[in-house]
């Protein structure tokens, strides 16, 4: 099982196309590359990982309200099965392409591996601005999505779940259309869904609720004083307001949290259950998205989304997108931690920089690995016919991140990495395993007997 020396490997075997190309894919495996230096694994393991499993492009017809009819591209990635069956979001955006959907299923194949859970990585999406549609437009895109793509997904194959401008209730249409095409109640097909139709207590909060035992488990080593703490978050949606919501209830300083449309800010910490309030007073399409902003909030100081970044606080919380610390603004971030709650808010060429600044990132394919886990606490509840209580959820949920946290956290100390760098040497190490159990070519070159 040779050592994996450098990622020029890849080149050899492979076209020739520069690893740290434009391409979304290309630079999400970048990180890949860096953790194989530290790691011994097949080969093999390598190189499947550098290949999607199965692409799926879909066209998806929609009746319109007005009677008009148009069209909307979907996509659907399966990036490695070596775990288990592929897992992964269905996201509604119109910056949705292929390259981002392949390098979503790839952050899904890690965060699984991390979070030690019997899963592959998938993702997908639609390229749409839901805002612009009604309700019913809405379901019969996600019903139209589903029959487009039945035959790609299935409890023991794919399991989608909610992303970005996807929630609950297209979850359960999503469930209800797959269940029609195959003519039999198929709850575990997808996760996220109401409690009503097979879901999950605890799923909805359950990506910041995970975010929040990583901050809790390094105040544990820091000695942190959470009055003292103080703590700001880019991204105001479920993760942002649970993990907000968790703090503030263990007496953290939450002192600024944004959305889309800006920042506020209060040095003396800000009221977080009526800014939550606030923000979900008002909604839009008849509660199938929020429309409230932050912004509105009075006895607050107003700051653009780039100034709540660089902000003078101990904790900083991107739960938005994806590139938001890039090298343009990695040397202004002022805050001694980072915890990763949305996919991707760090460039590569961010990271480096926050490194030798000394900047502790927590992953987010650990840091966000709440959302996954409990999709696999409802997937398995699903196959079993049970339904567990909010409190056995979340002890769950709190047992496993705070153990992958820990052994993250190790590995870092150990091989003397940045923790980014642990959690991609701990996937590899549980992928490289898998792949060697398949058979390598060490073996079939007669390396070992049978």
């Known amino acids: ?16 196309e520069p690893l ?29 990982l550098h290949h999607p499993r199965a692409v799926l492009s ?152 995970g975010g929040w035992v990583c901050l809790r488990e390094l105040g544990k080593e820091y000695d942190w004083q959470p009055e003292k703490t103080r703590i700001a978050i880019q991204g105001f949606g479920n993760a942002g307001q649970a993990i907000a919501r ?24 800000l009221d977080i259950p009526s800014v939550i309030e606030h923000k979900n007073r008002h909604s839009e399409l008849e509660a199938v998205y929020c429309d409230g902003s932050v912004c509105e909030t009075h006895d607050a100081e107003q700051l653009s989304n780039e100034e709540l970044l660089e902000l003078g606080v101990d904790v900083l919380v991107p739960a938005a997108m994806d590139d938001v610390i890039t090298a343009d603004n990695a040397s202004k971030i002022k805050a001694r931690v980072i915890i990763e709650l949305a996919n991707g808010p760090t460039t590569a060429e961010a990271d480096d920089i926050l490194t030798d600044n000394d900047v502790l990132v927590i992953p987010d394919i650990l840091a966000n690995a709440g959302g996954v886990t409990v999709s696999y606490f409802e997937w398995v509840q699903n196959r079993r016919g049970e339904q567990w209580s909010e409190s056995e959820v979340h002890e769950r949920l709190d047992k496993r991140m705070a153990a992958q946290f820990g052994k993250v956290m190790a590995l870092a100390d150990e091989h003397k990495v940045s923790a980014r760098l642990a959690a991609y040497m701990l996937a590899l190490k549980r992928l490289g395993a898998a792949a060697e159990a398949l058979g390598t070519a060490h073996e079939f070159n007669g390396g070992s007997g049978g």
């Open 1 to 16: 099982m040779p050592l994996m020396s450098n990622a020029l490997l890849y080149r050899l075997i492979t076209s020739g």
């Open 20 to 48: 740290m190309s434009k391409s979304a894919f290309k630079r999400a495996l970048a990180r890949l590359d860096q953790a194989a230096e530290h790691v011994e694994i097949p080969e093999e393991t390598f190189i499947r």
């Open 58 to 209: 879909v066209a998806v017809p929609v009746r319109r309200d007005d009677g008009s009819l148009e069209i909307f591209t979907g996509y659907r990635v399966h990036h490695s099965d070596l775990l288990g069956p592929c897992k992964g979001g269905l996201r509604y955006h119109p910056d949705v392409d292929l390259e981002e959907v392949k390098a979503l299923a790839f952050w899904m194949t890690c965060k699984c591996a991390v979070m030690d859970l019997p899963y592959g990585g998938a993702k997908g999406g639609v390229t749409v601005d839901p805002r612009k549609l009604s309700m019913m437009e809405i379901e019969r895109l996600s019903r139209g999505l589903i029959r487009q793509i039945a035959d790609f997904i299935g409890p023991e194959v794919d399991i989608p779940a909610p992303d970005v401008y996807t929630n609950e209730r297209i979850m359960g249409w999503m469930m209800d259309e797959y269940s029609q095409v195959v003519r039999r109640r198929t709850p575990a097909v997808i996760t996220g869904k109401p409690v009503a139709l097979g879901g999950s207590l605890g799923r909805s909060t359950a990506t910041g609720r």
């Open 246 to 269: 968790l703090l503030h209830e263990d007496g953290f300083r939450v002192v600024a949290v944004s959305d889309s449309k800006g920042a506020i800010f209060n040095d003396d910490g």
